[in-house]
């Protein structure tokens, strides 16, 4: 299987103030303890798949800043011909400009941790917007989700800087879909040309060329699943599309995440990997 080798992540416990993030699940409000517990095991399973944590402290100030995902999009390294990593350029991260206004403190500690990391950063300006959960790669493609938290302006800076790094990216506009706040609540990349996709991302055009794993609509949750090394991370309780990972040969790790889809985030969300 081809997929990248991944060495460190970083992670943030949520606060107590967690029960007040954002949320448009309906799902009622998450339990605080169960969700240190969930965050836990979570941080037990990167480590189990061979990951270096990086473990920052909670920050009550924001109740949303355990998804530290969606404040910077980590590029692993340039590339210098097409699909060709450049092994002597050092890793770089963007720090975004989340769409909710009140998760824009939250990027300040992170640049200095990706600093502190040896990562070169760079920015997206006022006024264009971008989470990191709308942000895909595969590889030197990336997929950039326009949402209501990625403006087309963010989106366009981002992919003019990817661009200049000597990747490629396309545009999927997931405004009309009420199912999803980001891109990657329904898409994920596991390697070998493959995507896991939900139904309603089945037929874009710029997925032509993969090969896509189908997630049914009952189970529409499960399509956040991160490939860590030899596995893969799924939210627990979704067996058939768990089983479809087993039967391609992918050795599976389920994790309890339901405290953390109340406030519409996912396994990808917990974590920026590197």
């Known amino acids: 299987m081809v997929y990248k080798k991944l060495g460190?992540?970083?992670?943030?416990?949520?606060?107590?103030?967690?029960?007040?993030?954002?949320?448009?699940?309906?799902?009622?409000?998450?339990?605080?303890?169960?969700?240190?517990?969930?965050?836990?095991?979570?941080?037990?399973?990167?480590?189990?798949?061979?990951?270096?944590?990086?473990?920052?402290?909670?920050?009550?100030?924001?109740?949303?800043?355990?998804?530290?995902?969606?404040?910077a999009i980590l590029i692993s390294s340039r590339v210098s011909g097409p699909g060709s990593p450049c092994a002597s350029a050092a890793p770089m991260a963007v720090m975004?400009?989340?769409?909710?206004?009140?998760?824009?403190?939250?990027?300040?500690?992170?640049?200095q941790t990706l600093t502190e990391l040896g990562l070169e950063t760079a920015a997206i300006s006022t006024p264009g917007t971008v989470d990191g959960g709308d942000i895909c790669e595969t590889e030197s493609h990336f997929f950039i989700g326009?949402?209501?938290?990625?403006?087309?302006?963010?989106?366009?800076?981002?992919?003019?800087?990817?661009?200049?790094?000597?990747?490629?990216?396309?545009?999927v506009d997931i405004r009309n879909l009420d199912a999803i706040l980001h891109l990657k609540s329904g898409l994920a990349y596991l390697g070998d040309n493959r995507l896991v996709v939900i139904e309603a991302l089945m037929t874009e055009a710029v997925f032509k060329g993969y090969e896509l794993?189908?997630?049914?609509?009952d189970e529409a949750y499960a399509a956040n699943c991160v490939?860590?090394?030899?596995?893969?991370?799924?939210?627990?309780?979704?067996?058939?599309?768990?089983?479809?990972?087993?039967?391609?040969?992918?050795?599976?790790?389920?994790?309890?995440?339901?405290?953390?889809?109340?406030?519409?985030?996912?396994?990808?969300?917990?974590?920026?990997?590197?």
């Open 8 to 71: 460190r992540a970083i992670v943030r416990s949520p606060g107590a103030s967690f029960v007040a993030g954002l949320t448009r699940a309906k799902l009622g409000l998450p339990d605080y303890h169960r969700a240190l517990r969930q965050h836990a095991a979570y941080c037990d399973a990167l480590e189990s798949c061979g990951l270096t944590l990086t473990r920052l402290e909670p920050d009550e100030r924001f109740p949303d800043s355990t998804f530290v995902e969606d404040t």
């Open 96 to 111: 975004t400009r989340p769409g909710a206004p009140s998760r824009r403190g939250e990027g300040q500690s992170i640049a």
């Open 146 to 171: 326009i949402s209501e938290r990625t403006n087309e302006l963010g989106a366009s800076q981002l992919a003019d800087l990817l661009k200049s790094l000597g990747y490629i990216s396309s545009f």
């Open 213 to 217: 794993l189908a997630v049914e609509n």
């Open 227 to 274: 490939r860590v090394n030899d596995r893969v991370l799924v939210a627990a309780g979704f067996p058939r599309f768990e089983r479809k990972l087993t039967d391609l040969g992918y050795k599976t790790l389920a994790l309890e995440m339901n405290e953390f889809q109340k406030l519409d985030g996912g396994l990808s969300c917990l974590s920026l990997r590197f």
